[in-house]
């Protein structure tokens, strides 16, 4: 197997070329080639493609590709080399497979052999390496990541032409080397290395006069186009073809002086953090062993590697750099190098690239007057030496791309390590570096910290208190180290007197944490990343402060901004790239509570109250008609009638209304907001907001088992809906509370739910309001074991259904009608019922009806023996509750299933029956998980079927 990137991306496998022929193909390829052996995550895939502006089908497009690239491998057997692992893709270059490894061992060896002595080796091993390419770099590929990458392999072959010049001019080369540049020279005229070769390779065959006029060309072509003067390097060349001096001198063994060490002391209180240290670690190159099994080669073979370390205010980037930078210093014996490059300081001024490049240059023992005075040159000086070189380089707390980049080393051997509170997108995709995000500490972890700085015995001892402050300060490092030291500092005052302090500081939640020093200082640090956002991001990020959390969806935000969803995605991304948001999942943004907190207090000292409150209004009648949009959409033949609702403020965005799926989906990331604004809007005296929300939530946390919230949430919304005399959101209360206690299991409470929801619609003369308050009644007494009661409970609805003729409400009353004859051992009219109550909800449309009969009628032909008949019944019920995404229905038809696929005598489908239901249960978190769960735990047990009975 060969592959290729020194020219044309490829593949070549018993003397063919692979069918990787699209340019998208091959620059997939060629992204993993460069990351060989190594995990590319995804994102970072999608990423290099297209940067920051991918397409809506971007990942779907990248799995398109590498199954075409996995498909061509197949056919050449080697299909597994091309791994997906956790959320990425992992491509195996065994030995020197690859062309780009092979040229850069070549280039490796020939740096060993030329300081050995041994230059005519070297210059041999330096032809083989560049005989490799075969045209440009990265050639037939496309994506946003390959002029950067390829520019940067080409460097990589121009260093080493420049190094094969210098090598053969010593050795007295000089047409072989006047030869190899010429070409070179003509393509790159104001690359002086390559010039000042070629001068001494023309003075050398004898053409001093030729050397002399390309000197001066060059040297007008720089000061015309560039406005600088000749480098040292070629002014040297000048003076020795003057001289007459055209025999190489040895290669400078580099500047005299010790070896810098410039990183900061070792972090003394480092805990946790094993994951962030093992994706590090990762980058590093193999190991002696695996070396020798490649043939002596290791990970200096590719290019130059680079982590950037990315993560919010406070998290612990440069503890992590530190730690880590200590721990592999050994690697890197030509030094480490340090710079605080100062991009989030309070006065606003940040380490020019040009300031720290001095930096280094000076720790690197280059006397003043050799550097040069332009950043370009600079750079390039700096990249000359460490060439070749083993150097570790810490850019700690960059602001952006443009910082970093004079700062990178050109050649492979070096590692580039980089914290910035800002994402580094560019750095990613131009310059191939490996993105460690920092995330909060985890329970454990925090935890970890404070026994460390605290000692064991008065953490164990005050273990509680412990857990509050671990919880307070939401995981972030500062805030505990914060709070560790004042604990340290203060030895007789109790851990719970400073937790308390932490949890009862209300508004004012950062001021425990205030330490005085801009440094530590939670705020402070908090306002470096805040000062740098401009004036529209930074209004976003405070208005942000009032959202309840713990996530938002970007529509919500926009209603929250007043603005459309298309302006809002910018100052999101600026949001996100700052680390001041996380984007969790596709669209979704989160800050942790402390941030939270840090933004609702600019927002209650910047923005007027008036604005506050408006955004606050846009924000709850988003979730108000979003959340009752996606109701209906759960059920849209609901027996309750949905409330009316007042019309969304200006600059609210509602959304689109799509189909069932989405609503469940919808409904399962926003009901922590959901039940969030609940609380918010009645402490804000939005009483109908807080009504209406709960009465929309109901049918979701009811199918999702969310019986506790649901309970929580009907409460808050009957006192909102007694403080404004609204009959029917307290009747809605009512109805969600009895359901919640039917659950679980107070069936008392229940039934006195309901009688007072039998009065407010008695009141209100809502005769369909009576109807579906009988219908649930009947339903607790059903589970109370009371079926001759939960008929007169069902007839009685039925009969309000029929005044009203409301057809709905009638084929839901028949098919509880039905079911419980069923349990009552009457089959027929069990059957008669249900089959007039499908025909009702195939005349409505109402196909979850339908499914939740069918399920009885399955439950009707099991207790019949007709076991074939019922599980065609239960097929059908199952195709209907998948269609619409009904996944609590789903499984309790599926473990119904499985009881009669057992009595039918098909063990083995019965099993798998009970499988899907228990994974569906397990999924939502449901207690019915304990039904097909004890099912799969014997080998048969002959358990009555639920049914398909409803509220």
């Known amino acids: 197997m060969r592959w290729s990137v020194l020219g044309p991306v490829q593949v070549t496998a018993g003397g063919r070329v692979l069918p990787i022929d699209r340019p998208q193909q091959r620059a997939v390829l060629a992204l993993l080639l460069l990351n060989a052996d190594r995990l590319v995550p995804l994102g970072q895939v999608v990423s290099a493609l297209w940067a920051d502006d991918p397409p809506a089908s971007a990942r779907t497009q990248v799995q398109v590709c590498v199954s075409r690239i996995r498909a061509a491998l197949r056919e050449a057997g080697a299909g597994d080399l091309l791994a997906t692992q956790g959320g990425g893709y992992r491509l195996t270059v065994g030995g020197t497979e690859l062309d780009l490894t092979e040229f850069s061992v070549a280039v490796e060896r020939a740096r060993v052999e030329e300081t050995a002595g041994r230059r005519a080796e070297a210059a041999r091993l330096l032809r083989d390496g560049l005989a490799l390419w075969q045209g440009p770099a990265l050639a037939g590929a496309a994506g946003a990541f390959v002029d950067a990458a390829a520019a940067g392999l080409d460097e990589q072959r121009l260093l080493a032409y420049e190094r094969l010049a210098a090598v053969e001019l010593g050795l007295g080369r000089y047409a072989a080397t006047a030869h190899t540049l010429r070409p070179l020279v003509v393509e790159h005229p104001l690359r002086e290395p390559l010039v000042a070769g070629y001068l001494l390779a023309l003075a050398g065959c004898g053409q001093q006069a030729a050397a002399l006029r390309l000197y001066a060309e060059t040297r007008r072509r720089l000061v015309d186009e560039l406005g600088v003067d000749p480098g040292p390097e070629l002014r040297e060349a000048h003076l020795r073809v003057l001289r007459g001096q055209t025999t190489a001198e040895p290669a400078p063994a580099g500047p005299a002086g010790p070896t810098p060490a410039q990183l900061p002391g070792d972090p003394a209180w480092f805990t946790g953090r094993a994951t962030a240290l093992r994706q590090l670690d990762a980058l590093l190159p193999a190991d002696a062993a695996r070396a020798a099994r490649d043939g002596g080669q290791d990970d200096l073979g590719r290019a130059v590697v680079i982590s950037a370390i990315a993560g919010t205010a406070g998290v612990g980037k440069t503890t992590l750099a530190v730690r880590w930078a200590h721990q592999v210093a050994h690697r890197y014996p030509d030094g480490q190098l340090y710079v605080n490059l100062r991009g989030f300081d309070l006065d606003g001024r940040a380490v020019s690239a040009g300031e720290a490049l001095r930096g280094f240059l000076e720790a690197l023992h280059v006397p003043p007057q050799r550097v040069p005075t332009d950043l370009a040159g600079q750079a390039a000086l700096f990249r000359t030496l460490l060439a070749h070189r083993r150097v570790l380089v810490l850019l700690d707390n960059a602001r952006d791309d443009e910082q970093v980049r004079p700062l990178l080393p050109g050649s492979p051997g070096s590692l580039v390590v980089v914290t910035s509170r800002n994402r580094l997108t560019g750095l990613v995709v131009n310059a191939g570096a490996h993105p460690v995000m920092l995330d909060l500490l985890a329970p454990a972890e925090a935890r970890e910290l404070l026994f460390a700085r605290l000692g064991r015995g008065r953490a164990r001892r005050e273990e509680t208190a412990l857990d509050e402050i671990v919880r307070c300060c939401a995981g972030l490092p500062l805030a505990l180290a914060v709070v560790a030291a004042r604990a340290v500092g203060q030895p007789d005052v109790p851990l719970a007197v400073l937790a308390t302090e932490l949890r009862d500081s209300g508004p004012d939640r950062l001021s425990p944490l205030a330490t005085g020093d801009p440094m530590t ?371 309790e038809v599926l473990d119904n299933l499985g009881d009669s696929l057992r009595a039918a005598g098909d063990l083995d489908a019965a099993r798998r029956a009970w499988r899907e239901a228990l994974t569906i249960f397990d999924e939502l978190r449901h207690p019915d998980a304990d039904r097909p769960r004890a099912k799969l735990a014997v080998a048969a047990v002959p358990v009555a079927p639920a049914g398909g009975g409803e509220l």
């Open 521 to 891: 200082d939670v705020r402070a640090v908090f306002s470096w990343s805040y000062r740098a956002l401009d004036a529209d991001s930074a209004r976003l990020f405070r208005l942000l402060g009032l959202h309840p959390g713990p996530d938002a969806g970007r529509t919500a935000v926009a209603s929250l901004a007043g603005l459309p969803p298309a302006r809002v995605g910018p100052l999101l991304a600026d949001l996100t790239r700052a680390n001041l948001l996380t984007e969790r999942t596709a669209g979704r943004y989160a800050m942790h509570d402390l941030l939270r907190a840090y933004a609702a207090e600019l927002c209650h000292d910047t923005d007027p109250s008036v604005e506050r409150e408006a955004a606050r209004r846009r924000l709850f009648d988003h979730y108000l008609h979003a959340s009752h949009a996606a109701d209906h959409l759960l059920d849209p033949y609901r027996l309750a009638r949905p409330a009316a609702l007042p019309p969304p403020a200006t600059g609210v965005t509602v959304g689109d209304r799509p189909e069932h799926g989405w609503a469940s989906a919808w409904f399962a990331a926003e009901h922590h907001v959901l039940l969030a604004c609940v609380e918010q809007a009645a402490a804000a005296g939005l009483d109908r907001h807080a009504w209406t929300l709960a009465a929309a939530l109901t049918t979701y946390l009811d199918r999702s088992g969310h019986w506790p919230e649901l309970a929580a949430a009907q409460r808050t919304a009957l006192a909102a809906a007694r403080r404004r005399g609204d009959l029917a959101g307290q009747a809605l209360a009512h109805r969600g509370l009895a359901i919640a206690c039917t659950w679980s299991g107070d069936h008392e409470a229940a039934h006195r739910h309901y009688r007072r929801d039998l009065e407010l619609y008695r009141e209100l003369g809502d005769d369909t309001g009576r109807a579906h308050t009988h219908l649930g009644v009947s339903w607790v007494l059903a589970r109370q074991g009371r079926l001759r009661s939960a008929l007169d409970e069902t007839r009685l609805a039925l009969d309000l259904y029929r005044a009203a003729d409301y057809r709905v409400g009638q084929a839901k009353a028949l098919n509880n009608l039905g079911w419980m004859h069923a349990r009552l051992g009457e089959p027929g009219p069990a059957l008669q019922c249900c089959q007039a109550a499908l025909r009702l909800h195939e005349e409505t449309g109402d196909r979850h009806g339908a499914a939740l009969t069918w399920d009885s009628l399955g439950y009707v032909r099991h207790g019949l023996g007709d076991h074939d008949e019922a599980a065609d019944c239960y097929r059908r019920a199952l195709a209907l509750h998948r269609e619409l995404g009904d996944r609590y229905d789903e499984a």
